[in-house]
């Protein structure tokens, strides 16, 4: 309830600022904007409206706090070739200044994670560009992919014309803006086959898993409340007669003495009634096997091995199981969810900033540096290891081997050679004298 209190809690803060009115106003458009009801083969439920906010999920609002906590590691920097080929990156630019510092009321890493928040539930993420009197953006702003939407042309192969923002208003109204393409950074997560002007949702295909994983709490939440029971059948012996009122009486009694601090408590009645109870235990519906299952899936769409936020899941194992496990978990997690969203972020950043300086996006790009990234770093073993092996392989030098597990070079000539080298520098040293004549009596042969 925590992290779901700081989402709502930021969300209510871009209302302000940002155009976002509530979380009961996330929901699925098609292209004419209107809200569509999504149903499945076999199915006539309304699988939206049974799953309501994608942020009243406990397993997605951890998804998303992992997405809040790993987006912000990497730094997002301009970069371009040198003459030898070698990405470098350049001084700090105006596009880069604004990543970081895009407006008066929030920070870059905060825009990072609202679009990240976009990104993944809905496959789209927009920004909205502010320019001063001369053209140049001067701020940024998330913009809730529930609040805008792209206006077609008749051709629906040619770009959309604009955006139309639903800008809300302080009286609770809202106020249709139209905003220039040059004006918005859409980014989207694919193609949306029944769209292709929108991003791809994954959750399209999984509101189901939603509403299960939403049951499944809901079930043991209520089934702990009520001290593990699922239901219980008051029936009066057949001497007793009793009225309504005596019959919800006996309701509250039994409920306040097998729930909440009195649920061991010792229950006296005055009559006599037979106490039936229908399923009793998660094992009845199965709860135990069936409930990793819609938290898998969900993890799945966001690209995150469960371990990585559920260490229970890996601390199963134990000891250096546990931990190969949740590190490899970590860096798989980041590799498959982070990267691939940052990739996508730093293109929309090249052609959606750049050029509003006159940049030439051929020589100069955004990216993001990973290099200071904890789950990306090798385990120093592993790593000692590696080189270690790439030295005795005469691949790298002593020194060149040094380097890369981050220690000083050796003085002298020592540390410039090769494995080979040094060892037969060294056999060379502990040679019988007659030895080392002999042998360069043999080399003078060979040379003659």
Same mark, same amino acid.
């Given at each position: 309830?925590?992290?779901?209190?700081?989402?709502?809690?930021?969300?209510?803060?871009?209302?302000?600022?940002?155009?976002?009115?509530?979380?009961?106003?996330?929901? =699925?458009?098609?292209?004419?904007?209107?809200?569509?009801?999504?149903?499945?083969?076999?199915?006539?439920? %309304?699988?939206?409206?049974?799953?309501?906010?994608?942020?009243?999920?406990?397993?997605?609002?951890?998804? *998303?706090?992992?997405?809040?906590?790993?987006?912000?590691?990497?730094?997002?920097?301009?970069?371009?070739?040198?003459?030898?080929?070698?990405?470098?990156?350049?001084?700090?630019?105006?596009?880069?200044?604004?990543?970081?510092?895009?407006?008066?009321?929030?920070?870059?890493?905060?825009?990072?994670? %609202?679009? /990240?928040?976009?990104?993944?539930?809905?496959?789209?993420?927009?920004?909205?560009?502010?320019?001063?009197?001369?053209?140049?953006? #001067?701020?940024?702003?998330?913009?809730?992919?529930?609040?805008?939407?792209?206006?077609?042309?008749?051709? #629906?192969?040619?770009?959309?014309?604009?955006?139309?923002?639903?800008?809300?208003?302080?009286?609770?109204?809202?106020?249709?803006?139209?905003?220039?393409?040059?004006?918005?950074?859409?980014?989207?997560?694919?193609?949306?086959?029944?769209?292709?002007?929108?991003?791809?949702?994954?959750?399209?295909?999984?509101?189901?898993?939603?509403?299960?994983?939403?049951?499944?709490?809901?079930? #043991?939440?209520?089934?702990?409340?009520?001290?593990?029971?699922?239901? $219980?059948?008051?029936?009066?012996?057949?001497?007793?007669?009793?009225?309504?009122?005596?019959?919800?009486?006996?309701?509250?009694?039994?409920?306040?003495?097998?729930?909440?601090?009195?649920? %061991?408590?010792?229950?006296?009645?005055?009559?006599?009634?037979?106490?039936?109870?229908?399923?009793?235990?998660?094992?009845?519906?199965?709860? #135990?096997?069936?409930?990793?299952?819609?938290?898998?899936?969900?993890?799945?769409?966001?690209?995150?091995?469960?371990? /990585?936020?559920?260490?229970?899941?890996?601390?199963?194992?134990?000891?250096?199981?546990?931990?190969?496990?949740?590190?490899?978990?970590?860096?798989?997690?980041?590799?498959?969810?982070?990267?691939?969203?940052?990739?996508?972020?730093?293109?929309?950043? $090249?052609?959606?900033?750049?050029?509003?300086?006159?940049?030439?996006?051929?020589?100069? =790009?955004?990216?993001?540096?990973?290099?200071?990234?904890?789950?990306?770093?090798?385990?120093?073993?592993?790593? /000692?290891?590696?080189?270690?092996?790439? =030295?005795?392989?005469?691949?790298?030098?002593?020194?060149?081997?040094?380097?890369?597990?981050?220690?000083?070079?050796?003085?002298?000539?020592?540390?410039?050679?090769?494995?080979?080298?040094?060892?037969?520098?060294?056999?060379?040293?502990?040679?019988?004298?007659?030895?080392?004549?002999?042998?360069? *009596?043999?080399?003078?042969?060979?040379?003659?």
């Amino acid at each position: 309830m925590g992290i779901y209190r700081n989402i709502a809690k930021s969300l209510r803060s871009f209302n302000k600022y940002a155009g976002v009115t509530s979380l009961s106003d996330f929901g =699925w458009r098609n292209f004419g904007g209107q809200l569509m009801t999504t149903k499945y083969a076999g199915s006539d439920l %309304a699988w939206d409206q049974e799953a309501g906010s994608l942020f009243g999920n406990a397993v997605i609002t951890l998804c *998303l706090q992992y997405c809040f906590d790993k987006v912000v590691e990497p730094i997002v920097e301009c970069v371009t070739n040198d003459s030898k080929g070698e990405i470098i990156p350049i001084p700090r630019n105006e596009a880069i200044n604004l990543l970081l510092h895009p407006n008066q009321l929030y920070s870059g890493n905060d825009l990072l994670c %609202a679009l /990240a928040m976009s990104y993944k539930t809905s496959g789209n993420a927009y920004i909205r560009k502010v320019r001063n009197g001369g053209g140049l953006p #001067t701020e940024l702003h998330w913009v809730p992919e529930w609040q805008i939407r792209p206006v077609l042309q008749n051709d #629906t192969t040619l770009p959309p014309t604009g955006y139309v923002w639903e800008k809300p208003l302080s009286n609770g109204q809202t106020e249709k803006v139209m905003l220039l393409p040059r004006d918005v950074i859409h980014i989207r997560n694919g193609v949306d086959p029944t769209n292709p002007h929108m991003g791809y949702s994954e959750f399209k295909a999984l509101l189901r898993a939603v509403v299960a994983d939403n049951e499944i709490d809901t079930c #043991t939440a209520v089934m702990l409340r009520n001290k593990g029971i699922l239901g $219980t059948v008051l029936t009066p012996k057949a001497e007793v007669e009793m009225t309504p009122q005596q019959a919800e009486q006996l309701k509250t009694k039994i409920r306040d003495h097998s729930t909440g601090d009195s649920r %061991a408590d010792i229950i006296a009645l005055s009559f006599p009634v037979e106490i039936n109870q229908l399923n009793s235990s998660a094992q009845d519906l199965a709860l #135990t096997s069936i409930g990793d299952r819609p938290m898998q899936r969900i993890c799945g769409a966001f690209g995150i091995d469960p371990t /990585a936020i559920f260490q229970s899941t890996a601390a199963q194992g134990g000891g250096e199981k546990y931990g190969s496990m949740r590190k490899q978990a970590l860096e798989s997690s980041y590799r498959q969810c982070v990267i691939p969203m940052l990739a996508k972020f730093a293109e929309a950043f $090249t052609y959606g900033l750049l050029p509003d300086w006159g940049v030439d996006t051929d020589k100069y =790009w955004i990216e993001f540096d990973y290099t200071r990234v904890a789950d990306l770093e090798e385990d120093k073993n592993e790593q /000692a290891t590696r080189v270690t092996a790439m =030295w005795q392989a005469n691949l790298v030098t002593q020194n060149e081997a040094r380097a890369m597990l981050g220690l000083p070079p050796m003085e002298g000539d020592e540390g410039d050679v090769l494995f080979t080298e040094l060892s037969m520098g060294i056999a060379q040293q502990f040679m019988p004298e007659e030895g080392k004549e002999d042998d360069s *009596l043999q080399n003078t042969v060979r040379n003659d």
